[in-house]
Structure formats: C-alpha cells, structure tokens
C-alpha cells in the first residue's frame, strides 16, 4: 500500500489566519490527491480533486498544489467554520488509502 | 441532489456478521463505484472496499478474507458483510459514491457499529 503522512498531526491557529496541510506519499502518486473536511459527528466532505481542483461549492479560500510526493492544502484565510480535521487520500494506486489526519484548533 | 442513506445494525458480539446497506438517491447509480470506508473511534479512516454497478468488487488486502460487498440495481442500494468481527472491528462504517478515478464526492450519515461480549 502507498502510505499517506499528514503534518503537523495538529495545528492550533486564529480566525484569519492562512493554514497549510502537509500530505506526502510514499511513493509518486502524480496528482492523484483529494482532500476532506470531517467535523466532529459528521461525515467527511470532499473539498479538492485531483491535488488542486476545487470541488463545487467549497469556499475558494481553500486550495491545493503539488504533485508526486508532496502536496499541499492552504486555507487563505482561517473562518470559524474551518475549525475540523483534514485528510488526505491518494487513488494513484490501490488500494486506496488515507492521510492520518490534521487537526485544525482554534488557539 | 445525490444523497446516501444507510442502516444496519449497531450492536455485535464477537465471532459474528457485521451487515449494512446504504440507498442512493439521486444521480447515476451506474456511472459509480460504491464503496465502504470505516473510522475506528478518535482514529483515522479506513478504506474496505468497492463495487461497480455491475458486480465487480475490489477489496482492502488486509479485510479481503472477511468482506463481501453486494448491489442491487433494482433498488440503488450496495451492502457490506464483515464476517467475524472482533473488537476491533469497532468502528463508524461509512458508504461512499466513489468516482471513476477513485475519489469520494457523495458520503452516507454513518453507522456506528459496537463489537462487544
């Protein structure tokens, strides 16, 4: 399996402030990348595609790059909404598997 | 306006089936692949396994040997059998529309399911 490794694990931050997400693989994945949003008692929620592509509906402050082994998630700008754990998962290869996690807290 | 609904039951002993099935409502059911992902309490989540609108079904190396996952097109539904659960198998059980390209756009509420003596 290709492991996925999320840092930081967490992250403590204040409304309005830009936040990045470090996802790297363990092998090159190209820019075969998503990225979710899961709160507490939810399910998660698709926010980028293919490592950069926004998906409908999900705010534009939220972004993503790279490509092969490291790739990146930015919130411009933080919003009280944005407070969540983030994943990411690569469908390069199968199977499909999952960043640990980045907790995203208010400090 | 896609939506996944799913249900089965919460509670298991040790040594028995875990079962569960999500409907589909709305969008293409056969343009998809539908899978099951799992998220152990306080943990990370976990992919089981897939199926295409037809049958084909690919499954996580590590769960292959308990896991079967089914459709029926008539009703837009998939289901997920774990046999032989066990503690750890403790978990909240999630279905997913998952693309051609194998990412989840569509997820179910879900289901928590209990394995205890």
């Known amino acids: 399996d290709i492991q996925m490794t999320q840092s930081p694990s967490t992250l403590s931050a204040s409304v309005g402030d830009r936040v990045t997400i470090t996802c790297r693989a363990s092998?090159?994945?190209?820019?075969?990348l998503a990225w979710y949003q899961q709160k507490p008692g939810k399910a998660p929620n698709l926010l980028i595609y293919?490592?950069?592509s926004l998906e409908s509906g999900v705010p534009s402050r939220f972004s993503g790059s790279g490509s092969g082994t490291e790739f990146t998630l930015t919130i411009s700008s933080l919003q009280p909404d944005d407070f969540a754990t983030y994943y990411c998962?690569?469908?390069?290869?199968?199977?499909?598997?999952f960043g640990q996690g980045t907790k995203v807290e208010i400090k | 306006q896609v939506h996944l609904q799913q249900w089965g039951a919460g509670l298991l002993k040790p040594s028995e089936t875990l079962s569960l099935t999500c409907a589909v409502y709305?969008?293409?059911?056969?343009?998809?692949?539908w899978s099951w992902i799992r998220q152990p309490p306080g943990k990370g989540l976990e992919w089981i396994g897939e199926?295409?609108?037809?049958?084909?079904?690919y499954y996580s190396p590590s769960l292959k040997s308990r896991v079967t996952i089914s459709v029926d097109t008539s009703k837009n539904q998939f289901s997920l059998n774990l046999s032989s659960v066990t503690a750890a198998d403790t978990a909240v059980y999630y279905c997913?529309?998952?693309?051609?390209?194998?990412?989840?756009?569509?997820w179910g509420q879900g289901v928590l399911v209990t394995v205890s003596s």
């Open positions: 997913a529309r998952t693309t051609v390209t194998r990412y989840f756009d569509f």
């Open positions: 293919k490592a950069s």
């Open positions: 092998q090159s994945i190209n820019s075969w």
């Open positions: 709305g969008g293409s059911f056969s343009g998809y692949y």
């Open positions: 998962q690569q469908y390069y290869r199968f199977s499909w598997t």
């Open positions: 199926i295409s609108h037809s049958g084909s079904t």
